[in-house]
């Protein structure tokens, strides 16, 4: 039996105790921190905040143990020098080595993981984005690193007594969490979340997203059964794991995740089946209590409807007979907050062509046969009828795999880099939207929702086969050690196991954010520790044990000697760079405050200070794309007020408060950021967009033609993002200014196959054909066209501009009749009663005109305004009765 358990630990001086003392007590704090902290003072309230405690505490964690090597060089100095015995000195070198040893069936795949990582990183079509990883989600190397460490810090810290320590802490910080979101469900909440209010019944508790908050407790609850069963009789701790058992199934049903609801089945299924008989019938009253909550609950969230997470998954497959009406549904709430990613201030349209979003974007309806073809005339994918037939989020879960799949194509080997996917998504998803004819559900992703696609797009078949190669690995270990183990460990084992696997199965349908992320590999460095026992250590010291000791002696020390001061660097080294990191980690944090500083001054329309924040914000962290966005967007924005306000393109005297120099420092300064952005990011549309737009402005209140330039940056940023339809409807504006109405035409006609339900493209394409020649009757089509598409629209502009068109043609009777609609919509519209009395004069509807000059006396009331003094005007010049 001595062969079978590490090599002992010789006694530990009193600095490498208290090393050992401090990177203990900070693993627990690390497991405690990123699940319940979160920092209303910054933007990224539940994300950025977490993630820098992660990164501030796993490295003073490296800091700690780096130096705790340097103190045990020091001391096997000393043992040379004292020449001990070579079994003493064996002993202190395999102690070092500890964490190395124990994670032998976990280490090989884990190092090959971060290897395989760290190429991808070096080979990514963003390397700097996949080391440091996007914002809100730091998915980056990074990341990866620190959670590797975390994972041999458990190994070679945490010992087997400690195991239920940890555990008891993990349960009791989930059920915090629970507490927290139960209070949330009531409206109970010191904090009101703008998202929680949106979710209504489905709780974000300390994570910030119902998805993350019910995978985190569906990883705890095999834990929580592990504490009720590894007892044979009742005790009082049995009734308080009971007591959180219910406590956090609650709180688990008021998120109303799917994912993690099958997570949670299976894990318990997998839980109950291992378990074993005779553990289950060891106290059959424990038993039935367990499986009574667990059961009772989730049929009585399931019998509700608002709480029913059945429900959800029912409502996402279309019966057969609705085949024809597909296309009238939007992704989930869950699916757009998790994956939006930029910010921006609301932008002011500029005349002409309109930008206004009426809300009919998700009816889409289908386009001419001859699009949904490839080359050879045939439709295009054998998937197209599947897509067709799904409804709710399942159809753009639908379409993002198959962007995925597209990616994978166009990069096998090692995919696209970690944390990028979100640069090239909108390229591939504009081709299987076009083939599938769907343009539901197009946010911007970050995430491919499935474990097996999203390491396969940023790792690449390596990455995919790493991941395959750690489950396996993982599996093997669980089974050697359940084999082994007495009936006690047996169920810490299979509880620990299952936890595991609730993540594994959440994230074929998610994705990991860092409190869940840590968590796993929390549990799976405690199952290394658990399994330890069962893997032999003799085979690691086989060879030196062959050997006379006065050999070991001699080769150890020599090796020692040669290497002592190359440890003692190296962690030197270690101890500084994590110093560094926790410095930049602090900028970064820093930076996120004055950013949410600088929306609350935007939002207040004090826009000098909120410029003056932004700008600290990017000299503070100049590499996140979001910071320098919204700066961009804020300059864009002021510049495209005082041009509006100016009225005039081409005047150096602009009105009101702005100055030419102001509003030509603004795009200066736009066109700086965003090209700085470009050099970065080449892949990055906004800031494509951005230099568009900034150059259009400058064409319009410049003597200089900055038109060729703006067109060249607004078809990069098509390019990049080919269904962004703001990006069409500018560019066809410009055209349209630029007296290039076929290239205007044939843009807006691209931006109506992106958007087909938006109202925007019609009115604008109506107005191009009006300004070309006063093709009124092509005008007249087009809204026509739309009209007939959707005869439930109450979209006023659509009638209002059709009745302009009637005007300019002379066509009276029917300009009244679009009138007579947008009174119907609007019985408070001033201008369409004016136009109205003008129809009815044209027509010679003297009594009609009587009428509607009293209805708008009526609206303006003691106003003295235009239309007020011309309903009296046309009343004193109507011939009497």
């Known amino acids: 039996m001595e062969n079978n358990k590490l090599p002992a630990a010789p006694e530990t001086s009193g600095s490498g105790l208290y090393c050992d003392r401090v990177i203990i007590a900070i693993l627990f704090v690390v497991i405690v921190t990123t699940t319940l902290y979160f920092d209303i ?8 905040s977490k993630i820098t405690v992660l990164y501030i505490l796993t490295f003073t964690i490296l800091a700690v143990w780096s130096i705790k090597t340097i103190i045990s060089c020091q ?88 195991i239920s320590l940890l555990m008891s802490v993990i349960i009791f910080t989930a059920g915090i969490a629970s507490v927290y979101g139960i209070l949330q469900h009531f409206g109970i909440d010191y904090y009101h979340w703008s998202m929680f209010s949106g979710y209504g019944t489905r709780v974000i508790g300390t994570f910030g997203h119902p998805a993350f908050f019910s995978a985190f407790i569906t990883m705890t609850i095999p834990l929580i059964l592990v504490k009720i069963f590894s007892s044979l009789n009742f005790r009082y701790s049995t009734f308080l794991y009971i007591g959180i058992l219910a406590l956090v199934t609650v709180a688990f049903y008021y998120t109303r995740t799917r994912a993690s609801f099958l997570g949670l089945i299976i ?34 969230f399931n019998v509700n409807n608002e709480s029913s997470v059945i429900a959800r998954f029912t409502g996402d497959i279309r019966p057969e007979s609705l085949d024809n009406n597909f296309g009238n549904e939007t992704s989930s709430l869950q ?156 169920i810490l084992i299979i509880g620990l196991c ?86 930049l980690s602090m900028y970064r944090y820093k930076a996120d405050y004055y950013f949410k500083r600088g929306l609350r001054l935007h939002s207040n329309s004090k826009i000098d200070e909120a410029i003056q924040s932004f700008e600290t914000v990017v000299s503070l962290n100049p590499f996140a794309l979001s910071y320098s966005h919204i700066l961009n967007d804020v300059y864009l924005k002021m510049a495209k007020i005082a041009i509006i306000k100016g009225r005039v393109g081409n005047t150096k005297n602009m009105p009101g408060n702005y100055t030419h120099e102001q509003v030509t420092s603004w795009l200066t300064n736009a066109i700086n950021g965003a090209e700085k952005v470009q050099r970065l990011y080449p892949g990055d549309y906004s800031s494509a967009s951005t230099l568009g737009q900034a150059y259009y402005f400058l064409d319009k209140i410049s003597d200089k033609d900055m038109s060729a330039e703006a067109i060249k940056h607004f078809k990069r ?98 300009a009244l009749s679009q009138l007579e609609k947008v009174i119907k919509i609007d019985q ?23 009428n509607l000059c009293n209805r708008l006396l009526d609206l303006t009331g003691s106003q003295n305004n235009s239309y007020n003094k011309y309903a009296k005007e046309i009343l004193g010049a109507l011939p009497d009765k």
């Open 335 to 490: 699916d757009v907050d998790l994956t939006r990613q930029e910010l921006s201030p609301p932008s002011v349209p500029l005349d002409g062509i309109v930008d206004t979003d009426y809300g009919l974007r998700q009816h889409s309806p289908k386009l001419p046969p001859d699009y949904m073809k490839d080359r050879n005339g045939q439709a295009s994918g054998w998937y197209v009828n599947l897509i067709h037939r799904l409804t709710g989020s399942s159809k753009p879960r639908a379409l993002l795999y198959l962007t995925g799949l597209s990616i994978i194509h166009d990069y096998p080997i090692l995919g696209i880099g970690p944390d990028t996917l979100s640069m090239i998504y909108y390229r591939y998803l504009s081709d299987i939207c076009k083939k599938t004819n769907e343009y539901v559900g197009t946010e911007k992703q970050t995430r491919m929702h499935n474990a097996f696609l999203d390491a396969t797009v940023s790792g690449g078949l390596v990455g995919l086969g790493v991941y395959l190669w750690f489950i396996f690995a993982f599996a093997r270990m669980i089974w050697i050690g359940s084999k082994s183990a007495n009936e006690t460990d047996k």
């Open 75 to 162: 001391r096997k100095k000393c043992i040379n020098s004292t020449h001990l015995s070579s079994e003493s000195a064996q002993k202190g070198v395999d102690v070092e080595h500890n964490a190395w040893y124990k994670a032998r069936p976990l280490r090989l795949p884990i190092i090959v993981l971060v290897l395989a990582c760290g190429l991808s990183t070096i080979l990514s079509i963003n390397p700097y984005l996949s080391l440091v990883g996007t914002y809100k989600r730091y998915g980056g190397f990074i990341s990866t690193i620190v959670y590797v460490s975390l994972f041999f810090a458990i190994v070679n810290f945490i010992d087997r007594r400690r």
């Open 498 to 583: 299952a936890g595991c696997l609730a993540y594994f199965v959440q994230n074929q349908f998610s994705f990991g954010h860092i409190p869940i992320i840590t968590l796993f590999w929390f549990l799976a460095a405690m199952s290394v520790v658990v399994c330890s026992k069962s893997y032999s250590s003799s085979s690691i010291v086989k060879n030196q044990e062959d050997l006379p000791s006065n050999i070991i002696h001699n080769s150890t020390v020599r090796n020692k000697n040669l290497n002592r001061y190359l440890v003692i660097a190296i962690s030197g080294i270690v101890v500084c760079l994590m110093i560094l990191l926790v410095a």
């Open 267 to 300: 894990s318990s299924l997998f839980f109950f089946s291992l378990v074993g008989k005779k553990n289950l019938l060891a106290s059959k009253t424990k038993t039935i209590v367990v499986i009574s909550i667990l059961v009772g609950i989730s049929v009585y």
């Open 717 to 814: 940023a098509i390019m990049l993002q080919p269904l962004q339809f703001e990006y069409r409807n500018t560019l066809a504006q410009l055209y349209a200014d630029k007296g290039l109405y076929n290239d205007a035409i044939n843009e807006i006609n691209n931006a109506k196959r992106v958007l087909p339900g938006d109202p925007a493209a019609y009115i604008n394409l109506a107005k191009v054909h009006m300004r070309d020649n006063k093709r009124y009757g092509d005008a007249e089509a087009v809204l026509l066209e739309f009209i007939s598409k959707y005869p439930d629209h109450k979209i006023k502009d659509i009638y209002k501009l059709l009745c302009d068109v009637y005007f300019k043609t002379t066509k009276w009777g029917k």
């Open 41 to 48: 003072h910054i933007y990224s309230v539940f994300d950025l």
């Open 828 to 850: 408070e519209d001033l201008e369409a009663y004016k136009l109205a009395i003008i129809a009815n004069i044209k027509l010679k509807r003297y009594d009609n005109v009587r």
